[in-house]
T-cell receptor
């Protein structure tokens, strides 16, 4: 089974930088995903990490440490439209390939 | 290219009535997921298909829920009979190799 923890809520100011942490415990690991979900909409894919290190994609970066069971999503130059829920998800290894989601972190960007 | 298509977007039914949701995944995606999402929570896996085979249905309440994916393409999820606690958003997602792509979901309200 898998256990994924992330903060429930975070608040930040427009133009600032925010880091959303995710810790996980899994019997097997085959990748960690970050999704963004605006209220009433479907989750949309942001990033994927399977090896240790930092993946950068524009204003968003994601980091993974497999030995620590830890990831973070870094959002730079925050904009009002970044207010959303950010979901951390872990995929099992082997043939299972189960994709399990955390409860999500609700980010509010203030002017 | 069209994304994952779900219908209906919204459904209101009385308890004890049956309901069905339909999903058309992205063409060529062999993996299909059905998730349930409650307000303020992350998606919870109900069932996962690899082509037409259900490979993970351990979280599906089999006394009232059923699913099928004929010919390994479209899928339907059925609830019979529905209970008040089934009110939630039902999300369908598909993937080929890495990230999963989500449909807009069906918001079910049981009254």
């Amino acid at each position: 089974g898998q256990n994924i923890d992330q903060p429930t809520e975070m608040t930040a100011t427009e133009g600032a930088i925010v880091q959303i942490n995710c810790t996980y415990q899994t019997s097997g690991f085959n990748g960690l995903f970050w999704y963004q979900q605006h209220a009433g909409e479907a989750p949309t894919f942001l990033s994927y990490n399977v090896l240790d290190g930092l993946e950068e994609k524009g204003r968003f970066s994601s980091f993974l440490s497999r030995s620590k069971g830890y990831s973070y999503l870094l959002l730079k130059e925050l904009q009002m439209k970044d207010s959303a829920s950010y979901l951390c998800a872990v995929r099992d290894s082997g043939s299972a390939r189960q994709l399990t989601f955390g409860s999500g972190t609700q980010l509010t960007v203030l002017p | 290219e069209a994304g994952v298509v779900q219908s209906p977007r919204y459904k209101i039914i009385e308890k004890k009535q049956p309901v069905a949701f339909w999903c058309n995944p992205i063409s060529g995606h062999n993996t299909l997921y059905w998730y349930l999402q409650n307000l303020g929570q992350g998606p919870e896996l109900l069932i996962r298909y690899e082509n037409e085979e259900a490979v993970d249905d351990s979280q599906l309440p089999k006394d009232r829920f059923s699913a099928e994916r004929l010919k390994g393409v479209d899928s339907t999820l059925k609830i019979q009979p529905a209970e008040l606690g089934d009110s939630a958003v039902y999300l369908c997602a598909s993937s080929w190799n890495t990230e999963a792509f989500f449909g807009q979901g069906t918001r079910l309200t049981v009254v």
